[in-house]
């Protein structure tokens, strides 16, 4: 039995579908630097909204702390309990510069934050879970074969040189190109 020998058109074809997938896949590289830019970029701004989301927790439970105490020492004053003012007076003298620091620092996040932020980071807190597993079941691992692609890339584009070289040797592929088929670039020219 005899195996079909494919014809130059067939070798001109494969050899053409082999560079576009090589273009394409060359295409991707840049896109995917991209697309990891802005991943890192987005997980940057979650860490900062977090931190501060968290910072301003603190801040906030503190205060509440702080308010709920000096309520109950309040109450006990009222009561008529002298020694509890005398105890609360050297408290708050203590904790007033930080509180007035603290203060306008609310104030401006209170200020600056728009509802749509809010929302947004809401939202955005939401989904974490979810790009976090996109990130770590796709993203990672596509990225770690990242240091292959280049030497894969230029055996491939050897490999389809060579094959080229070998097309335009076959006999017959003058009176092809007669015919009207697209020339093979010479030697010299890159596709």
């Known amino acids: 039995m005899r195996l079909p020998i494919p014809g130059p058109l067939d070798v001109a074809r494969a050899a053409a579908s082999l560079r576009d ?3 394409a896949a060359l295409e991707l590289v840049p896109r995917l630097r991209l697309l ?3 991943v890192d970029d987005l997980i940057g701004r ?3 909204v977090l931190d501060s ?3 301003t927790a603190g801040r906030v439970d503190a205060v509440i702390d702080h308010a709920a105490i000096t309520q109950r020492r309040a109450d006990d004053a009222v009561a008529g309990a002298q020694g509890t003012v005398n105890r609360i007076d050297p408290l708050l003298s203590a904790y007033e510069p930080s509180l007035r620091t603290l203060a306008p620092v609310l104030q401006r996040l209170a ?3 728009s509802a749509e932020e809010v929302d947004a980071a809401v939202h955005l807190v939401d989904r974490l879970p979810r790009l976090i597993a996109h990130v770590d079941d796709d993203l990672l691992p596509l990225l770690s074969t990242l240091d292959r692609v280049g030497p894969d890339l230029h055996e491939l584009l050897e490999v389809t040189q060579d094959l080229r070289r ?3 040797g076959l006999p017959g592929i ?18």
């Open 21 to 23: 997938a090589v273009t």
């Open 36 to 38: 990891v830019d802005r």
């Open 46 to 48: 979650v860490d900062r």
């Open 53 to 55: 989301v968290e910072l």
């Open 111 to 113: 200020q600056s934050t």
């Open 166 to 168: 070998v097309i335009t």
């Open 174 to 191: 003058g009176f092809l190109r007669r015919r009207g088929e697209d020339e093979l670039p010479s030697e010299g020219e890159s596709g």
